[in-house]
C-alpha cells in the first residue's frame, strides 16, 4: 500500500536548535497526524491537523499543513535531549480504512 | 489512568507453538487496530476492528486471527508461529475513525 515519506531519515542537532521534519504523502486527506516513539516503546500522539487547518501549534510543536503541495511538516522549537526520538506522520487516506504510516525520521539531540 | 495494555511485553517462542497477546484498553473506544513494526518497514496494519464482532485485514493479516467479543480487548492469535513473525508488535485504540490513536506500551516477539 501507499506509504507517507518523511524525511529526512535521520536528524542530529545541538541541544537549543530548532528540528523541522517534512511528510509528504500521495492523495487528498481529511486529516494528518503526528506521533512520537520513544526507542521501542508505544507511539504517542502529538498533533492532528485537519485538512481546512494550515498551521496548528502545541506548546513548543509547530505543525503546517499544505494540502496543495500534499505535504506537512513538523517544526520542535528549542529542542531537548527528552525529545530525542523517532516521528512518524500519519495520514488518513488508505484504502480499506486504514491510517497510512511514514517511515519516520529519527531526531537526535546531541546535549 | 487511560490506558492501552499489552500482556506479554517480551515473548521467545518457537516455530508453530501456538500463542496469543492480550490487548486492553480501558477507554470505551470503539475502534482498535494491531500493528507489527520492523525496521525500515515502518508500521503495517495487521488487522483492525470497527466495533464488537467486526474485524478486518489490514496490509499484512496473513498468519494471524483476532477476535473482538468484548469492547475492552483484542487478542490477536498466532497459530502456527513462524521466524518471519519475529517483530515488535502495537496494539491501538480511537475513538474516532482513523484519528488520534492511543498505543500499547509493545510486545517484542522472537520466534526462533
Known amino acids: 500500500s501507499q506509504q507517507g515519506e518523511e524525511d529526512p531519515q535521520a536528524l542530529s542537532i545541538q541541544e537549543g536548535e530548532n528540528a523541522t521534519m517534512n511528510c509528504s504523502y500521495k492523495?487528498?486527506?481529511?486529516?494528518l497526524q503526528w506521533y512520537r516513539q520513544n526507542s521501542g516503546r508505544g507511539l504517542v500522539h502529538l498533533i492532528l491537523?485537519?485538512?481546512n487547518e494550515r498551521e496548528k501549534h502545541s506548546g513548543r510543536l509547530r505543525v503546517t499543513l499544505d494540502t496543495s503541495k500534499k505535504s506537512s511538516s513538523l517544526l520542535i522549537t528549542a529542542s531537548r535531549a527528552a525529545d530525542t526520538a523517532s516521528y512518524f506522520c500519519?495520514?488518513?487516506?488508505?484504502?480499506?480504512?486504514?491510517?497510512?504510516w511514514g517511515a519516520g525520521t529519527k531526531l537526535i539531540i546531541k546535549p | 489512568e487511560a490506558q492501552v495494555t499489552q500482556n506479554p511485553r517480551y515473548l521467545i517462542t518457537v516455530t508453530g507453538k501456538k500463542l496469543t497477546v492480550t490487548c486492553s484498553q480501558n477507554?470505551?473506544?470503539?475502534?482498535m487496530s494491531w500493528y507489527r513494526q520492523d525496521p525500515g518497514l515502518g508500521l503495517r496494519q495487521i488487522y483492525y476492528?470497527?466495533?464488537?464482532?467486526?474485524?478486518d485485514k489490514g496490509d499484512v493479516p496473513e498468519g494471524y486471527k483476532v477476535s473482538r467479543k468484548e469492547k475492552r480487548n483484542f487478542p490477536l492469535i498466532l497459530e502456527s508461529p513462524s521466524p518471519n513473525q519475529t517483530s515488535l508488535y502495537f496494539c491501538?485504540?480511537?475513538?474516532?475513525?482513523?484519528?488520534?490513536?492511543?498505543f500499547g506500551p509493545g510486545t517484542r516477539l522472537l520466534v526462533l
Open positions: 477507554m470505551n473506544h470503539e475502534y
Open positions: 492523495t487528498s486527506i481529511n486529516n
Open positions: 500519519a495520514t488518513d487516506a488508505g484504502s480499506n480504512y486504514q491510517l497510512i
Open positions: 491501538a485504540s480511537s475513538q474516532v475513525f482513523r484519528e488520534t490513536q492511543y
Open positions: 491537523i485537519r485538512s
Open positions: 476492528s470497527m466495533n464488537v464482532e467486526v474485524t
